[in-house]
């Protein structure tokens, strides 16, 4: 991992250490976790101790096509890259976690007010204002941005070196490239915090496999003795717990 990745990280840790532990919850990174929903078949019956949240078989995504899918895993890879300090974002299942949303209202916009006109000039707290949902700007920002980078360097994004595939997203983040059907720096505004979200959430959502983010910060899960130790300025010293009641 090269130095570039550390700061990073490091910004990614300091920030939400500085976050009291029963704020986390509340925090814009629970933007569409609240909305997601188990896979098929998941139940709340906690697991044996020490059993990882890794599922045996490799997660096959049920939104993403299978060139989406590469997309996705090279992005989040690189906005939450693994190194000296734990595992990224690919580790966690951050893919997993936002294929899965995807078959959420959020995904659908089934909670927004869509009716329009849209004014994209408008003020945040007047509301979404486009025709897009989730689902459409992952669709259409994908395809715009694999269609940018084999124009420019004739392959596909998960084929890129990964400083090329920064360049790519700060060029995204900073809405450079002009795509005909989604606005590119709203595009990566949904990757990046859906990304955020899919590395803190409860692993039962499909993402903090092993609880690898709340490890990261200290969050203690769901556990429900951890308010004694709030004011105390110190380490919380036992393992996360996710809601099934498995362990960190």
Known sequence: MSEQDNPRREFLRKTLTLI????VASTGLGGSV????????????????GRTSSPATPYEPTYFTAQEWAFLNAAVARLIPADEQGPGAL???VPEYIDRQMHTPYASGALWFMQGPFNTDAPAEMGWQSKLVPKQIYRLG????????KSTY???????????RDEVLKQLEAGTP???????KMFFSFLLQNTKEGFFCDPIHGGNKGMVGWT???????????MDWVERNEQYPF?????RGERA
């Open 20 to 23: 009291p532990v029963v704020t």
């Open 34 to 49: 609240l909305m997601a929903t188990p896979a098929e078949g998941a139940t709340a019956t906690p697991e044996p101790v």
């Open 91 to 93: 580790e966690a299942g």
């Open 142 to 149: 994908i395809a715009a941005t694999e269609a940018l980078c």
């Open 154 to 164: 004739n392959s596909t994004f998960a084929g890129l070196d990964s400083a090329t």
């Open 178 to 184: 002009h795509f005909e059907n989604v606005p590119a």
């Open 216 to 226: 990261m910060i200290g969050f203690p899960g769901a556990r429900a003795d951890f």
């Open 239 to 243: 393992p996360a717990v996710s809601i």
